[in-house]
T-cell receptor
Framework: AQRVTQPEKLLSVFKGAPVELKCNYSYSGSPELFWYVQYSRQRLQLLLRHISRESIKGFTADLNKGETSFHLKKPFAQEEDSAMYYCALLDNYGQNFVFGPGTRLSVLP | GAGVSQSPRYKVAKRGQDVALRCDPISGHVSLFWYQQALGQGPEFLTY????????KSGLPSDRFFAERPEGSVSTLKIQRTQQEDSAVYLCASSLERGQVEKLFFGSGTQLSVL
């Protein structure tokens, strides 16, 4: 079964500190993984996808097939990074997302 | 329009009441998805349309849930005889082309509270 887990409901860090939001998945096949973000009072939006291997707003995520993980990292957190972060897996048919439960990141001044 | 529009923004229903939730996707977007997001959870897939065709409804939790997109643009999610467990935010999302799920645009959602 396809499943995404995010073990932390809430993660609090101080401004300028490194941040890592954990994501693990179970999937039979070659996974395609994404991170979505929802800022306060805004819509859910795509942050990054593993295929593009890009850095968005200073965030990066590396797919580790051995550990079935896709952790989101940023070396120096900013207050504006405070938001809900959802890890998501694209299903076998490439038509639908399986979302994790989300982690609320709070960056303290 | 500027984005995916959902209405109403909030809906309070008495248990047993029928409700209808509307989604206006971005003009020209072919694919349309409905998700259910319970409190403290991530969005969960309900159903998917390609134009007017409902290609996947495997996520609908019961036969009380029904979705349609008769002209391939606006979609309505209907819930009959609402139950308290139906309380959630219902999200609609659309993308321009088939299979282009990585370019999904989400609406603000309808928050349904069943009393």
């Amino acid at each position: 079964a396809q499943r995404v887990t995010q073990p932390e409901k809430l993660l609090s860090v101080f401004k300028g500190a490194p941040v890592e939001l954990k994501c693990n998945y179970s999937y039979s096949g070659s996974p395609e993984l994404f991170w979505y973000v929802q800022y306060s009072r805004q819509r859910l939006q795509l942050l990054l996808r593993h295929i593009s291997r890009e850095s968005i707003k200073g965030f990066t995520a590396d797919l580790n097939k051995g550990e079935t993980s896709f952790h989101l990292k940023k070396p120096f957190a900013q207050e504006e990074d405070s938001a809900m972060y959802y890890c998501a897996l694209l299903d076998n048919y490439g038509q639908n997302f399986v979302f994790g439960p989300g982690t609320r990141l709070s960056v303290l001044p | 329009g500027a984005g995916v529009s959902q209405s109403p923004r909030y809906k309070v229903a008495k248990r047993g009441q029928d409700v209808a939730l509307r989604c206006d996707p971005i003009s020209g977007h072919v694919s349309l998805f409905w998700y259910q997001q319970a409190l403290g959870q991530g969005p969960e897939f309900l159903t998917y349309f390609q134009n007017e065709a409902q290609l996947d409804k495997s996520g609908l939790p019961s036969d009380r849930f029904f979705a349609e997109r008769p002209e391939g643009s606006v979609s309505t999610l209907k819930i009959q005889r609402t139950q308290q467990e139906d309380s959630a935010v219902y999200l609609c999302a659309s993308s321009l082309e088939r299979g282009q799920v990585e370019k999904l645009f989400f609406g603000s959602g309808t928050q349904l509270s069943v009393l």
